[in-house]
């Protein structure tokens, strides 16, 4: 088995572009990244930054709505390595902006499906490899921007994402495996320019600074 396969595993959702990218990135050099998203380009651009920095990846390209393409995924997991040390969750679906009296019904929906349920599958689809883990550990993102103007699909889905999180970290407390929740500041991401299309980006922190200083919290 090479060095690379016997580093611990981090799992990334969400790993293509922004901060899932960046902190696949950051965790490279100590971890195995599975680095799951929809857009093949973008992991195979993680691919090559990853190999670069001496670090290796496995490159999942798929929705994490697709619940059987996630079991897949999953099984795979336990049947390499057995386990997964690390679960860092950013996949996030970004709404356009609206009054929420004219909330588009698939706007609401995919933000639901997206946010919350599949949240939930994939808690129940991850927990059993972390739990086989020495120090399983899963890592959620929150966005204070729930009740803001415009942000109704949005930010009640989040909302929804963040009650589910810390039910299982207080359920999980005690047992395992260890849930943080965690608050990055604002960046110049994809989902950002969605919703602040005319802000002066060259304010805001960079996904890389902001992934060094989330992992410092984390103590990794």
Not at 1 to 20: C, H, K, N
Request: with cysteine; hydrophobic share 45%.
């Amino acid at each position: 088995m090479s060095d690379t396969e016997d580093r611990p595993v981090a799992l990334v959702t969400g790993a293509s572009r922004g901060l899932g990218a960046a902190l696949a990135l950051a965790l490279a050099p100590a971890y195995h990244i599975i680095a799951v998203a929809r857009t093949t380009g973008g992991l195979e651009e993680l691919d090559d930054r990853i190999q670069a920095k001496g670090g290796a990846a496995t490159l999942a390209p798929m929705d994490v709505t697709d619940a059987d393409a996630m079991a897949h995924l999953c099984r795979g997991i336990y049947d390499r390595w057995g386990h997964a040390d690390l679960w860092l969750h950013t996949a996030v679906h970004a709404p356009p902006l609206t009054p929420t009296p004219h909330l588009a019904e698939k706007d609401w929906k995919t933000s639901l499906d997206v946010n919350a349920t599949a949240t939930a599958t994939l808690i129940r689809m991850v927990e059993p490899l972390l739990n086989a883990a020495p120090a399983g550990r899963a890592v959620f993102f929150d966005d204070p921007r729930v009740g803001q103007k415009f942000f109704s699909a949005y930010a009640a889905s989040k909302a929804a994402q963040m009650a589910l999180v810390r039910s299982w970290a207080a359920e999980s407390e005690r047992i395992g495996p260890k849930v943080d929740i965690l608050t990055p500041e604002p960046m110049p991401t994809a989902v950002r320019a969605r919703f602040f299309p005319g802000e002066d980006r060259d304010a805001l922190t960079h996904p890389d600074t902001e992934a060094a200083r989330l992992l410092q919290q984390l103590d990794l």
